[in-house]
Nanobody
Framework: QVQLVESGGGLVQAGGSLRLSCAASGRTFSIYDMGWFRQAPGKEREFVAVIMRSGGMTYYADSVKGRFTISRDNAKNTVYLQLNSLKAEDTAVYYC????????????????WGQGTQVTVSS
């Protein structure tokens, strides 16, 4: 019965910024690590960032490190992804997901996924 709803995507020029939000339902949000993945047409879903349940530890894909920031507000049941210095190759559908497995970089270790929000970066 867990629902994840992403928002905040859009069309931006290279070098621009967006802030994505993921609103979660459920009473156990705070006990799960939460991640962001992205998928471009014809490509595999790839790991972007993850934040531990406490909010104290984060991990990023090398391709976005230094440009993207993940955060969470457990009181609001919301996870955020700040996208800065966007590049054309960042264009993809971005998904938030709840982690249940051991490996934060593996999509199969997440059980609930949102519908995704489109990020398009023009060059």
């Amino acid at each position: 019965q867990v629902q994840l709803v992403e928002s905040g995507g859009g069309l931006v020029q290279a070098g621009g910024s967006l802030r994505l939000s993921c609103a979660a339902s459920g009473r156990t949000f705070s006990i799960y690590d939460m991640g962001w993945f992205r998928q471009a047409p014809g490509k595999e879903r790839e790991f972007v960032a993850v934040i531990m349940r406490s909010g104290g530890m984060t991990y990023y894909a090398d391709s976005v490190k230094g440009r993207f920031t993940i955060s969470r507000d457990n009181a609001k049941n919301t996870v955020y992804l700040q996208l800065n210095s966007l590049k054309a190759e960042d264009t993809a559908v971005y998904y938030c997901a709840r982690k249940i497995g051991t490996y934060y970089f593996k999509a199969v270790d997440y059980d609930y996924w949102g519908q995704g929000t489109q990020v398009t970066v023009s060059s």
